[in-house]
């Protein structure tokens, strides 16, 4: 007799649900219609709440999105295990308190749950964080909410991590040019209205504290500084954002306020007029900040003054 036909396996191709039900599982069990290596496969802006503690905080929870990737480095396979990576997030942190150890726990985890199917993996966090700032001068106090985000990558052959750190920072900037010929104008005025003879110190005074007097002010507009940086290992164990936005509002001086009162809005004058900045001057400050931290490897920053007098902006670009 010839050899026995043997019974076709009728499972194949298919998953047990949780009711014991054979579920197809096409992107397992069958190979890629069209054959080659991907660098990312995963979900894009996975909504989470992230649970921060931060000094002089506390610890709070925000809202993130996430986008969560793997490799895919076999050419025939069909697919990665992706809903693995969005349960694996939702769970990890609901529980846990972020950190960078928890970030690296969960990128290890993100390559062996693909059962040998990836060796490296991918995360970037966005979310704003909330921080109480003081007002200048004044005891008012409000929140201003920082957009950062971070991104991690993990190679699991090398063993090795990269964190890039990121965020962007709202500030005023005045600029040099207008205050040179708004100047020229008060003088034009001033030459004008005491034309021969020798005002007194009161005289000056009072005509000073006129509006008509000040009859030309400089052009002013809100900016933003936008910033990543490269962080050498031995300092990717903390959370930076805040550290960054402390410097490079430090080095501008000039950072959008909260709760303002009348004493607060006179000293953000005054800053304003001491800190006259083209693009140029604000990058330029930002990059000799971040120049003097050594425990920055490499940064790129790009800063946008978003004119008043054009409907253009004006915009630097500056790395290490």
């Not at 500030?171 to 020798?198: E, M, V, W």
């Not at 930076?240 to 000039?254: D, M, P, S």
Request: hydrophobic share 35%; charged share 25%; with cysteine.
């Amino acid at each position: 007799m010839g050899q026995a036909c043997s019974e076709p396996n009728l499972n194949k191709g298919l998953k047990r649900s949780s009711s014991s039900r054979v579920l197809p599982d096409v992107s397992h069990e069958q190979k890629a219609d069209v054959e080659g290596v991907l660098d990312q496969v995963g979900m894009s802006n996975i909504e989470v709440p992230l649970k921060l503690a931060v000094k002089d905080y506390g610890t709070f929870m925000v809202p993130a999105k996430i986008n969560a990737y793997v490799n895919l480095p076999n050419a025939q396979s069909k697919g990665i295990h992706m809903s693995r990576l969005y349960i694996k997030l939702q769970e990890s942190f609901e529980k846990n308190i972020f950190d960078i150890k928890h970030l690296k726990d969960i990128l290890k985890q993100f390559v062996q749950e693909q059962d040998g199917l990836s060796d490296k993996s991918f995360v970037r966090i966005n979310f704003k964080l909330p921080v109480k700032r003081k007002a200048l001068i004044s005891e008012a106090k409000g929140w201003r909410f920082y957009p950062v985000w971070i991104k991690a990558v993990y190679n699991e052959k090398q063993n090795q991590f990269q964190f890039i750190w990121g965020g962007e920072v709202l500030y005023s900037s005045t600029c040099p040019c207008s205050a040179a010929l708004s100047r020229q104008i008060i003088q034009d005025n001033f030459k004008h209205s005491f034309s021969g003879k020798t005002p007194t110190v009161e005289e000056m005074h009072d005509w000073l504290g006129k509006e008509s007097s000040i009859n030309a002010t400089p052009h002013a507009q809100r900016s933003v500084a936008r910033f990543k940086v490269l962080f050498n290992e031995s300092k990717s164990s903390q959370l930076q954002w805040l550290n960054l936005i402390n410097l490079i509002e430090g080095v501008l001086k000039t950072p959008v306020q909260t709760a303002v009162k009348r004493e607060d809005e006179q000293e953000f004058a005054r800053l304003n007029a001491s800190n006259l900045m083209f693009c140029e001057d604000a990058a330029r400050r930002i990059k000799q900040g971040l120049d003097q931290n050594a425990d920055v490897e490499n940064y790129l920053v790009k800063v946008d003054h978003r004119e008043s007098l054009h409907p253009h902006d004006a915009t630097a670009t500056v790395s290490k």
